[in-house]
């Protein structure tokens, strides 16, 4: 394995790339009691068309949410009840661009991987277990359709794009998963779970080649094509709606602005763009900005209020939002102060002081195995290392920002979710 | 160094120091808090306080000032924290800053950190003495906002207002915030004043994680909270425990609201187990009934019957309760209902196998360990430890779990009677159903 040393940061990578195509990063902790790994394949809710050795395909939304439910069934039983009876702490996720399945433990970590990686390597779908998960994914879907935070974010993904898969829920809807079958599951399985298209990623107190010599036992050291994705027609800047809004049993308005950033970058510059992306919106909208301090004197804006961008499905995207009791005051007021970062730039003494504190942040970050571990596989799949991020910070002047911020903020093109009250608003 | 050295002294009258000395993790942790008993009459003026106080200090006299303060101090955080363990209110800041292994030579922190820690907590920005007016009226709309907002979330909603109902006559049923009408009735001129008789009167926990040495950790501390005014302390702070249900059945409560999933929200007392509490045999109990994924709810409730996507359970040892929570269709009530009674009785009777009680124990553990990995989840142990009067750390509690037995998951689980049953019932058309 190569071995990648970042003494100013006191971390050590390890990273290889097998035969098959895996891609394996390490990052040894010590002084650790615990173990993170995951295993992650570059398939997410968005991944619905796709095209491999010439023929095209088109699967229902909440395959890959479905797909990981159905995962854990082995043939000999469940590998989530395997990992917890080891004393485990498992779980996976799906996103819009990714899957991961992934563990915390203290002890037996390499009898733990390596059920990690057998089950995600081993399909086995019966019509009983795959019909009887319908009804808990169903009870899933039901809790999202409550959580105004889900429904703020869809309503705007909705409005945002005119064709990309971002418009679907991850999970499907109660109608779409009723077209789930076990071979959709084992089709789906085959094209997207071959190593070639996944990362494992480990932080903690392991020992590099054991988890090396761990996926070169245990997976097939076969290469595969990769699968072209289809993401529907280019997007263009504009939102399909400027608005939308709908109510709920929520006690305070709720909104989400956002905007479409076009099609994401991959490689070292997909680094600097979100390094950019990060840092100029930590000074436009971040907890210690002028604007966001502002809004929250004046009772626009509380403590739940967020910004990210975001990059998935060949897309990326900038959201803000949280509760307000004047979503349309709030939105405008910080589209106003994007324009006007526009037109004067970043104040220098602001960016220096956002920049040495994003320093902190991601030192903090580093001890947060599991979103260390996740981003590694974020990274890989980007084509970019996560770790250089450090140095490459270092960069990013007070123009790139003031200019992402001109380029990509731009108040025509901006969308608004709302999710208001019953009642009138108070 | 990497291992832990733990300390804990009394630095001044009644404030407590916890310190954890190691060299694990690259951002030191430090928290101070003040303690005082839940109560409806003071919770939201308790509650404000730290927001108030973090809106400016004498020397950063507001937000964009001490933005940049931190900022400068390479982000650290200073936020309030308002906790409720047990019948006590913990109120005061918690912080985070990177440790100076990992700064430009000769700079350090702590002090500087513990120095605006003390600042916020005991020389906010007033004016005759008085917290500003605009800083009270802006926190507590806040604090409103973050009252109304319980609902937002029905499953913490759920299990507020299980816990609200089944303990009305205790203190327990107080939540963290308070309520809207103890909230709005604050005035600026009686916040000082209670703000006041808080920092007189309560015992203070802080505590320190990182790599300074307790001595020097304890100096910072000693020195920032210097001025702090000390008058009689109200040292018999504590949680009244229930042992019994309030009536012989379990009362029950349904709400309405325009959601579509039921929620189903179940109240325990946890009875004769409480007079001696032994914590590792309580959790592990919890642990095999509904604590994770191997647990009985989870492979009965959602795997077997496919009922819900989520039920599971949660014990709070400092008050001896039981809590269980579901998402469940609204006419799958009554069977999930008796499923998880069943499920509960099974425990009681000891029919558990080697396999639950083997992955009970082992995921416990497991948690308690990754725990030891976390400054944070190690300040929020300790402070339940510190409360609880206990001495023993997630190391030495996990070691505990491994010792208990089948027999001692039964008496732990031997008095549990249900006292509450709230339902949350979801009233919207189901628009996807197909029959």
């Known amino acids: 394995m190569q071995r990648i040393d970042y003494p100013a940061i006191g971390e050590t990578l390890y990273t290889s790339k097998l035969s098959n195509g895996l891609s394996i990063f390490v990052v040894p902790k010590k002084g650790y009691r615990k173990s993170f790994a995951c295993f992650v394949t570059n398939y997410g809710g968005a991944d619905r068309r796709f095209t491999l050795a010439g023929e095209a395909k088109d699967t229902p939304a909440g395959v890959a949410h479905y797909l990981e439910h159905k995962m854990f069934d082995m043939p000999e039983g469940n590998a989530l009840m395997a990992l917890e009876a080891a004393g485990a702490n498992a779980n996976a996720f799906t996103s819009e661009a990714m899957t991961a399945y992934h563990f915390t433990c203290t002890q037996n970590f390499d009898e733990d991987l390596r059920t990690l990686l057998r089950f995600v390597s081993t399909p086995y779908y019966t019509q009983e277990s795959v019909d009887k998960e319908r009804g808990i994914i169903a009870q899933e879907i039901r809790m999202y359709e409550d959580d105004p935070d889900d429904q703020v974010y869809m309503g705007l993904m909705r409005q945002l794009f005119a064709h990309n898969p971002l418009r679907d829920d991850v999970a499907g809807t109660v109608q779409t998963i009723q077209d789930i079958t076990p071979q959709v599951l084992y089709d789906c399985h085959k094209v997207f779970y071959h190593p070639s298209n996944m990362a494992l990623c480990v932080v903690g107190d392991a020992d590099p080649e054991a988890v090396e010599r761990a996926a070169r036992e245990l997976l097939t050291p076969e290469s595969a094509p990769l699968p072209v994705r289809d993401y529907g027609p280019a997007e263009g800047p504009e939102p399909v709606r400027a608005r939308s809004e709908r109510v709920m049993e929520v006690s305070a308005p709720i909104f989400l602005g956002g905007l479409k950033l076009g099609p994401a970058a991959t490689g070292p510059e997909a680094q600097k763009e979100r390094l950019t992306a990060g840092l100029a919106l930590r000074c436009l909208y971040?907890?210690?900005?002028?604007?966001?301090?502002?809004?929250?004197?004046?009772?626009?804006?509380?403590?739940?209020?967020?910004?990210?961008?975001?990059?998935?499905?060949?897309?990326?995207?900038?959201?803000?939002?949280?509760?307000?009791?004047?979503p349309d005051a709030a939105n405008a007021a910080l589209l106003a102060a994007a324009e006007a970062v526009g037109e004067n730039g970043f104040d220098p003494a602001l960016f220096d002081r956002q920049k040495k504190a994003s320093y902190g942040g991601q030192l903090r970050a580093l001890g947060d195995f599991r979103s260390l571990g996740v981003s590694l596989a974020e990274g890989c799949f980007a084509g970019y290392q996560p770790l250089d991020s450090f140095q490459a910070l270092e960069t990013v002047t007070c123009a790139d920002a003031s200019a992402w911020v001109r380029e990509h903020i731009v108040p025509g093109r901006a969308a608004l979710s709302v999710v208001r009250p019953k009642e009138a608003k108070v | 160094m990497s291992c832990v050295r733990e300390t804990r002294r009394e630095i001044l009258p009644g404030v407590y120091m916890t310190c954890l000395q190691t060299d694990k993790f690259k951002t030191g942790l430090l928290s101070v808090n003040l303690l005082t008993r839940l109560s409806r009459e003071t919770a939201s003026k308790n509650a404000l306080i730290p927001s108030v106080l973090r809106r400016g200090t004498v020397n950063s006299p507001d937000m964009d000032a001490l933005a940049a303060r931190l900022d400068g101090l390479y982000g650290a955080r200073l936020e309030p924290a308002v906790r409720k363990k047990g019948e006590i209110q913990c109120v005061g800041f918690w912080a985070d800053f990177v440790d100076e292994a990992w700064l430009p030579k000769g700079e350090s922190l702590l002090e500087r950190v513990a120095a605006l820690m003390g600042e916020a907590l005991l020389a906010p920005n007033t004016r005759g003495g008085?917290?500003?007016?605009?800083?009270?009226?802006?926190?507590?709309?806040?604090?409103?906002?973050?009252?109304?907002?319980?609902?937002?979330?029905?499953?913490?909603?759920?299990?507020?207002?299980?816990?609200?109902?089944?303990?009305?006559?205790?203190?327990?049923?107080?939540?963290?915030?308070?309520?809207?009408?103890?909230?709005?009735?604050?005035?600026?001129?009686?916040?000082?004043?209670?703000?006041?008789?808080?920092?007189?009167?309560?015992?203070?926990?802080?505590?320190?994680?990182?790599?300074?040495?307790?001595?020097?950790?304890?100096?910072?501390?000693?020195?920032?909270?210097?001025?702090?005014?000390?008058?009689?302390?109200?040292?018999?702070?504590?949680?009244?425990?229930?042992?019994?249900?309030?009536?012989?059945?379990?009362?029950?409560?349904?709400?309405?609201?325009?959601?579509?999933?039921?929620?189903?929200?179940?109240?325990?007392?946890?009875?004769?187990?409480?007079?001696?509490?032994?914590?590792?045999?309580?959790q592990v109990m919890n642990a095999v009934f509904g604590g994770g994924v191997s647990s009985k709810l989870f492979m009965n409730v959602r795997e077997k019957l496919s009922l819900c996507y989520f039920a599971s359970s949660a014990v709070d040892l400092m008050k001896g309760v039981m809590a269980v929570v579901s998402g469940i269709e609204v006419k799958d009530k009554d069977r999930a209902l008796e499923e998880i009674g069943r499920q509960l009785q099974a425990v009681k009777d000891g029919l558990i196998t080697d396999e639950e009680l083997h992955a009970a124990k082992a995921g416990l553990a497991n948690d308690l360990l990754s725990a030891a990995d976390s400054a944070g989840a190690l300040e929020s142990f300790w402070l339940g430890q510190n409360l609880l009067g206990l001495e023993y750390g997630p190391e030495e509690l996990a070691a505990l779990v491994e010792d208990v037995t089948r027999e001692d998951v039964v008496k732990a689980a031997a008095g549990i009677e249900c006292d509450m049953v709230y339902f949350l019932r979801g009233t919207e058309e189901d628009e996807d159903a197909e029959d």
């Open chain 2, 130 to 282: 008085l917290l500003l007016p605009q800083y009270v009226d802006s926190e507590k709309e806040k604090l409103l906002e973050d009252i109304r907002a319980r609902v937002n979330d029905k499953i913490s909603y759920s299990r507020y207002r299980m816990t609200e109902l089944m303990c009305e006559a205790e203190d327990y049923a107080v939540d963290v915030l308070g309520t809207e009408a103890e909230a709005e009735a604050v005035g600026y001129v009686a916040l000082t004043r209670h703000y006041r008789a808080l920092l007189a009167s309560s015992p203070v926990e802080v505590f320190y994680c990182g790599t300074a040495d307790p001595d020097r950790a304890e100096r910072a501390v000693r020195d920032a909270l210097a001025t702090l005014p000390r008058g009689e302390l109200d040292m018999d702070l504590g949680t009244d425990i229930r042992m019994n249900t309030v009536e012989e059945q379990p009362r029950s409560f349904t709400e309405d609201m325009d959601v579509t999933q039921g929620k189903l929200a179940i109240g325990y007392r946890l009875g004769a187990a409480m007079e001696e509490p032994d914590m590792a045999a309580l």
């Open chain 1, 286 to 326: 971040g907890r210690s900005s002028p604007t966001y301090l502002d809004l929250y004197d004046k009772g626009l804006l509380n403590g739940t209020f967020g910004c990210s961008a975001d990059y998935a499905a060949g897309q990326g995207f900038v959201i803000f939002g949280g509760e307000s009791r004047d």
